[in-house]
C-alpha cells in the first residue's frame, strides 16, 4: 500500500473522534514510530510503498486507535518535558500544561539548591505526591542533578510504570539520582497526620509538588471517550461532594513534610481557583496565589510553608 493511501484513509476513520486536524497529527505520529517516516514523506514522495512486513502492525495499531484508545497508549510512549516516558493504561498521559508545573518547580527547586550548594547544606529534596507514571518526579530529578525525589502513590501498577522508566544513561550522564516510590494512601494518611517513614526519614521537603486527581464526577458528560473509557479513573476523578479532598491533605502532608520556606507547587480543577487558594490560606501557608495555564484558564496554586 502507498503511505499517502494508508495516511487518507486512516485520518478518514480517525476524524469522527478527533477532528481532521489532531486525527492527521496522530496517524502521522503513528506512522513515524512504526515506519520512521517524517510527516512530509507521503507529500515530497507520493509513491512511497508500505513494506509488505509492517502493514500488519499499521493495521493492527489502527483498530486500537479506532476504539478510541489513545495513541501515546497504543505506541506505548509519551513525551513530557523533553523526556519520553513509558505509559499504559496504569498511568494517566501527561498533559502539556503539566509541563507548566514542572519548570515552576524546578525554577525554584534549582534556586534553592544554589544556595544550599553555597552554605554546604544537603542537596535540595522533592516530594511529588500522586505522582502516576512519575513524570513530575523523573523530570525534576533528571533536570536538577543531586535533587533527591520520592513520588507517592496509592496504585501498586503505577509505580510500576514509574519505576521502570528507563533513564538509566541519562543518570549516568547526568549524575542524577533515581527517585525513589513509595506506595501510600494520599488521603487515609493525611487523615491519620502521619507519614511514611520513608518520607520522614528523607524529610523535610524543599518542594512539593503534585497533580492530583480533581475532575468531578459530574464533568465526566464533557469529557471525550478516549480518556473516559481508557484512562485510570482513580487518577482523575474526585466526588462532587468533595472535590477539594486531596488539596486538603496536601495542606497536611505540606504541613508535616516541608521544611520552613518550603514551597509547595499543585495543579488544580479550573473551576476552583480561589477556594483552592483559600484552603491554603486558612491552613497557614504564605504566598498563596492562583497561576493561570496558556489557555488562561486557572490551572494552579502556590504557596510557601
Known amino acids: 500500500m502507498l ?4 495516511i487518507s484513509g486512516a485520518v478518514r476513520g480517525l476524524e469522527p473522534l478527533y477532528g481532521p486536524q489532531e486525527a492527521k497529527s496522530i496517524v502521522l505520529m503513528l506512522c513515524e514510530a512504526c515506519l520512521g517516516t517524517k510527516g ?3 507529500v515530497i514522495e507520493p509513491g512511497y510503498e508500505i513494506a509488505s512486513g509492517k502493514q500488519p502492525e499499521l493495521d493492527a495499531a489502527m483498530r486500537r486507535l479506532l476504539s478510541g484508545e489513545p495513541v501515546q497508549y497504543v505506541l506505548g510512549h509519551a513525551w513530557f518535558a523533553g523526556f519520553t516516558f513509558m505509559v499504559d493504561s496504569s498511568v494517566l498521559i501527561p498533559r502539556p500544561e503539566t509541563e507548566m508545573l514542572y519548570r515552576m518547580a524546578l525554577e ?3 534556586m534553592k539548591m544554589m544556595l544550599k550548594g553555597a552554605s554546604g547544606r544537603r542537596a535540595g529534596r522533592v516530594l511529588d505526591l500522586c505522582t502516576g507514571s512519575g513524570c513530575l518526579a523523573w523530570s525534576l530529578a533528571l533536570s536538577c542533578p543531586g535533587a533527591e525525589v520520592i513520588g507517592i502513590d496509592i496504585s501498586a501498577g503505577a509505580l510500576r510504570t514509574a519505576g521502570s522508566q528507563d533513564f538509566g544513561g ?3 550522564d547526568t549524575g542524577a539520582v533515581r527517585p525513589v516510590f513509595v506506595q501510600a494512601d494520599v488521603l487515609s494518611l493525611a487523615e491519620a497526620g502521619s507519614l511514611p517513614e520513608t518520607v520522614v526519614r528523607s524529610g523535610p521537603f524543599d518542594i512539593l509538588v503534585s497533580n492530583p486527581p480533581y475532575v468531578r ?3 465526566k458528560a464533557r469529557m471525550r471517550k478516549n480518556v473516559l473509557d481508557f484512562e485510570p479513573a482513580v487518577a482523575l476523578f474526585v466526588p462532587d461532594a ?3 479532598e486531596f488539596y486538603r491533605a496536601i495542606a ?4 508535616l513534610a516541608l521544611a520552613d520556606d518550603g514551597a509547595c507547587f499543585v495543579e488544580i480543577n479550573e473551576e476552583f481557583g480561589p477556594q483552592t487558594a483559600s484552603l ?3 491552613a497557614g501557608f504564605r504566598n498563596v496565589g492562583v497561576i493561570m495555564d496558556l489557555c488562561g484558564k486557572n490551572r494552579f496554586v502556590k504557596f510557601t510553608k
Not at 503511505?3 to 494508508?6: G, I, P
Not at 497536611?252 to 504541613?255: G, K, L, P, T
Open 242 to 244: 468533595d472535590p477539594l
Open 3 to 6: 503511505l499517502k493511501d494508508f
Open 40 to 42: 512530509y514523506v507521503h
Open 280 to 282: 491554603f490560606l486558612e
Open 217 to 219: 464526577e459530574s464533568e
Open 108 to 110: 525554584t527547586l534549582n
Open 170 to 172: 541519562l543518570l549516568e
Open 252 to 255: 497536611v502532608w505540606a504541613r
